[in-house]
C-alpha cells in the first residue's frame, strides 16, 4: 500500500494567491482528516471526513479556508485567497472507521509545506 | 487545555529500552490514551493506544497506571532511528489534539 499520498510536497505562492492542496487517502479508509502544523500551534485538526462527508470542519480558520471530498480516493483543501499566516505543513491522515470513543490509528500522508510569500 | 504533561525532550542509549511517561490526571472514563511519535520532515506515525489494561505491539509497549492518570510508552530497544517527537494523546473519538510532545534523540 503506498499510504496517503498528498501533493504537492512544498508550495510557493504569492499572498492572495488559490492554493490547492491535494490527499489521496488509503484505499478502505473511510474517515479522512486535515491537519495544520506550525511552530507556534502545533498540530491543528482543521476539518474531518467520515464517508465524504464533513463531519466537523470547526478547526478550518476561516472563510477562506474551504475543504472537499468528492469521492473516497481524493480530498482538496484550498486556500483563497492565501496569506502569509497560512504558511505551515499541512497533513492529510485517514483512518478506518472511527467507532466512538475509540479510533484505531490515523495514518498520516508526508505533508504540504506551504509558503505564501 | 492541555489534557496530558510530558517531559519536553529526553535521551536515551541505542540498544536500552526508553520510557517515555505521561501524566494525565483530568483523563475520563471513555478516553483512550494514544501514543504517535514524528519524525523529522515526516507526518506522525500512530504507535499504540489503550484504556485502562497493558498493551503491547511490535513498535512499543503501554504501561497505564490502574487510576489511569499516568502511562509510560516502552521502546525495548532503542534505535537511532526512534529519533523523533513523541505525543502522548488522550481522547474519545476523532478528536486527538497533539500537544508539544516529547523530543526523544537516541545517542549511539
Known amino acids: 500500500d503506498a499510504g496517503v499520498i498528498q501533493s504537492p510536497r512544498h508550495e510557493v505562492t504569492e499572498m492572495g494567491q488559490e492554493v490547492t492542496l491535494r490527499c489521496k487517502p488509503i484505499s478502505g479508509h473511510n474517515s479522512l482528516f486535515w491537519y495544520r502544523q506550525t511552530m507556534m500551534r502545533g498540530l491543528e485538526l482543521l476539518i474531518y471526513?467520515?464517508?465524504?462527508?464533513?463531519?466537523?470542519d470547526s478547526g478550518m480558520p476561516e472563510d477562506r479556508f474551504s475543504a472537499k471530498m468528492p469521492n473516497a480516493s481524493f480530498s482538496t483543501l484550498k486556500i483563497q485567497p492565501s496569506e502569509p499566516r497560512d504558511s505551515a505543513v499541512y497533513f492529510c491522515a485517514s483512518s478506518l472507521e472511527v467507532w466512538e470513543p475509540v479510533n484505531y490509528g490515523y495514518t498520516f500522508g508526508s505533508g504540504t509545506r506551504l509558503t505564501v510569500v | 487545555d492541555a489534557k496530558t504533561t510530558q517531559p519536553p525532550s529526553m535521551d536515551c542509549a541505542e540498544g536500552r529500552a526508553a520510557n517515555l511517561p505521561c501524566n494525565h490526571s483530568?483523563?475520563?472514563?471513555?478516553?483512550?490514551v494514544y501514543w504517535y511519535r514524528q519524525i523529522h520532515s515526516q507526518g506522525p506515525q500512530y504507535i499504540i493506544h489503550?484504556?485502562?489494561n497493558n498493551e503491547t505491539n511490535e513498535m512499543a509497549s503501554l504501561i497505564i497506571t490502574e487510576d489511569r492518570k499516568s502511562s509510560t510508552l516502552i521502546l525495548p530497544h532503542a534505535t537511532l532511528r526512534d529519533t523523533a517527537v513523541y505525543y502522548c494523546i488522550v481522547g474519545a473519538g476523532y478528536k486527538l489534539s497533539f500537544g508539544a510532545g516529547t523530543t526523544v534523540t537516541v545517542r549511539a
Open positions: 483530568t483523563i475520563s472514563g471513555n478516553e483512550y
Open positions: 489503550g484504556l485502562k
Open positions: 471526513f467520515n464517508n465524504n462527508v464533513p463531519i466537523d
